[in-house]
């Protein structure tokens, strides 16, 4: 039987199949279905910078006095301020410990994060709730023309100094898939100490309603043709760095799944596909990979991770342009 453990963030897998941060990771019953299931991790229900924010009357104060998060946040303050009158704060921090206690899973907690304001030292109170890491879902999305995409790395830079400078355990980042050269930022991660890279975020997706004329949500689930963006920077950073590749959007089963650790991610993230399908896919997915590596005859996951990542080749950019005037210029193809 092959042998699906795995490591991560320097933590001991069952699996490769990691929950990503969803409502499927906001309570303990959601959680334990998981884990009968046969999930390798979860990553927690982002908690907000905002939430934390508001939920410290000081930090509010701190928050109001600080041009920079105030201007720029008031309308996302307001929205946290309105629709959360429950103890948020409290209860994530509770669901870390009740996950420890009720289950054998490695635990996530994530925080979905803009700035790197006051609400770093939180991080500190996940460690405390016995997280074994903590992931930053760190969501620019960079609209501002008097923002350069340095200052936007500049951000991720700073925030991650603190982040490591409060904490002990592991952190991993989940970045955006728009950034002008995410190659030499993974190094610039690398040096801050960075240990994990969720690649990538799901934005939103903004849609129009020409009928009514409003704008409108286009699916919050991805499709399974999302993933090839993931694959992509997955094998180009692959060997190239020391910090762990999770493959994350678009990964609905095993074939999948199996291509990213090809590629050379650790693991792949998946919601969208246990929305949709329920949770037996996860032990679906398993059955892929684990039969796929009988048939190919690999006992264990290191034996192939990564084989097909674009190591040897010296320029990323030149296998993909010639692709591209393969399959679209129709040069060199009969
Ligand atoms: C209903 C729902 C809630 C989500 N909540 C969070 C969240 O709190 N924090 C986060 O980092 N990502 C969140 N995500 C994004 C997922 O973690 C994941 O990155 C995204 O759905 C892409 O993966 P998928 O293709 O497997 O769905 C959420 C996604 C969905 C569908």
Redesign the pocket.
């Known amino acids: 039987m092959a042998d699906l453990t795995t490591t991560y963030l320097g933590l001991k897998l069952r699996n490769p199949i990691i929950a990503?941060?969803?409502?499927l990771t906001s309570n303990i019953e959601s959680i334990k279905n998981l884990e009968r299931n046969g999930i390798g991790a979860v990553v927690l229900?982002?908690i907000f910078e905002e939430q934390i924010i508001l939920d410290a009357d000081n930090q509010l104060r701190l928050a109001k006095k600080n041009q920079f998060i105030y201007t720029e946040r008031s309308e996302s303050l307001d929205y946290i301020d309105y629709h959360v009158k429950i103890d948020y704060v409290s209860k994530f921090l509770n669901l870390i410990s009740q996950v420890k206690e009720k289950t054998l899973l490695p635990v996530i907690g994530?925080i979905?994060c803009i700035t790197s304001g006051e609400w770093i030292n939180f991080a500190k109170k996940i460690e405390e709730a016995g997280a074994d890491a903590i992931e930053l879902?760190i969501s620019v999305l960079n609209a501002n023309p008097n923002k350069s995409a340095v200052d936007v790395e500049k951000l991720h830079i700073e925030l991650i100094r603190k982040i490591k400078a409060t904490v002990n355990i592991p952190v991993a980042v989940?970045l955006s898939p728009y950034f002008c050269n995410l190659a030499q930022l993974s190094g610039k991660l690398q040096e801050e100490g960075v240990s994990g890279m969720v690649l990538f975020?799901?934005y939103f997706s903004p849609d129009i309603d020409i009928d009514t004329m409003e704008i409108s949500t286009g699916s919050?689930?991805?499709s399974p043709t999302?993933f090839t963006n993931s694959l992509r920077w997955i094998s180009i950073l692959s060997g190239k760095t020391s910090i762990d590749l999770v493959g994350?959007?678009?990964?609905h089963d095993g074939k999948t799944a199996i291509k990213l650790l090809l590629a050379g991610a650790k693991g792949v993230?998946?919601?969208?596909?246990t929305?949709k399908n329920g949770f037996e896919v996860i032990p679906k997915m398993l059955s892929e990979i684990e039969f796929w590596m009988e048939q190919n005859r690999y006992n264990y996951i290191d034996q192939f991770a990564g084989s097909m990542n674009q190591y040897k080749s010296k320029d990323a950019s030149s296998y993909e342009r010639i692709q591209f005037m393969r399959y679209y210029s129709g040069i060199g193809t009969k």
């Not at 994350?248 to 990964?251: F, L, Q, V």
């Not at 993230?269 to 596909?273: A, D, E, P, R």
């Open positions: 990503g941060s969803s409502g229900k982002s994530s979905n879902n989940k975020n799901r919050i689930y991805s999302e994350a959007t678009g990964i993230q998946v919601v969208s596909t929305y």
